[in-house]
């Protein structure tokens, strides 16, 4: 009797590997059909998606469209994208119907970057991995292969190769650490956008609206949406129509301009946001 073959089980790979990078991100997320800009920066990229760190939330399935400039590429690339995980402000993106032109472009960078490093890394040929030269002895006839020269280094000089490793590693930490820091400071100036759901359970006072009586009678019913801006505090400071039916706008507003939020914390201290509110007018 033989014996059944065994089962390997492999560890599923990424077809295409990502390659560090470190450039600012434009991404544009759609919020009840009003495009919301957020700021970000681009921590690694491959033909097929990105990994990113974006000042907003994002919900996993949610397409988006991106638009970032690779060093000595000429064009931005843009593309839509979809969210494949999100925690905290890190995600990670999925291109979308990505032209081959863009495409191109990604596969340029990453070529030019492998050879800028590979260049870079490489040693002058016949320094210490170049083939050793030969010589013909006079009397025996064979070749007489040459000593390679060693490089020697001292303890002096291996405390300062260490030294200069660590002043380096400090460096791209602390340049890391100050990209991060002007990341988290530019998400409040430029008005933090929350979503509608999120913003939804922190309602803490909540006032219905009126249904005016004129738009009763005439049967004029449906859905209001507002732009609104949430104080620190958690009141509503202001509000723009976006749509909705004009004799249900006013009594909406009102409506809404008493509604109070829970503070919304950034970084641990309450901060203003951006959000969308719908209200709807039904007649039974």
């Known amino acids: 009797m033989s014996a059944a073959p065994s089962r390997v089980f492999r560890t599923p790979q990424r077809g295409f590997s990502r390659h560090p990078i470190s450039v600012p991100l434009d991404l544009i997320a759609l919020r009840s059909g009003v495009p919301e800009n957020l700021p970000g920066r681009c921590t690694d990229i491959s033909e097929v998606g990105l990994g990113a760190v974006v000042a907003g939330e994002l919900s996993t399935g949610q397409q988006v469209a991106i638009e970032l400039r690779l060093p ?13 995980y999100q925690s905290q402000l890190r995600c ?27 260049n870079s890394g490489d040693l002058r040929e016949g320094e210490k991995t170049g083939p050793a030269k030969t010589e013909t002895s006079s ?15 001292g303890r002096r000089g291996v405390y300062l190769l260490i030294a200069s490793l660590l002043l380096l590693a400090g460096l791209g930490w602390w340049q890391w650490q100050r990209s991060w820091s ?8 430029r008005g933090l956008r929350v979503s509608p759901e999120t913003m939804d359970k922190r309602i803490v006072t909540k006032v219905d609206p009126v249904y005016p009586e004129a738009a009763r009678s005439a049967g004029t019913q449906g859905l209001v949406v507002l732009d609104a801006v949430i104080a620190p505090d ?5 509000l723009r129509t976006i749509s909705g039916p004009e004799p249900l706008v006013r009594s ?15 970084g641990g201290k309450a901060i203003e946001v951006q959000t969308t509110i719908a209200v709807d007018f039904r007649l039974n």
């Open 72 to 84: 000595n590429v000429g064009l931005p690339v843009r593309a839509r994208a979809l969210v494949r």
């Open 92 to 118: 990670g993106l999925e291109f979308v119907g990505m032209s081959v032109e863009q495409r191109e472009m990604i596969r340029y960078w990453v070529y030019r970057s492998a050879s800028e490093f590979s």
């Open 139 to 153: 009397d025996v006839g064979e070749p007489v292969v040459k000593p390679r020269r060693r490089v020697r280094m």
């Open 182 to 189: 002007d990341l988290e400071k530019s998400a409040p100036e």
């Open 234 to 238: 958690g009141s509503v400071t202001r």
């Open 252 to 266: 909406a507003k009102d409506a809404v301009q008493s509604w109070k939020f829970e503070p919304y914390l950034y």
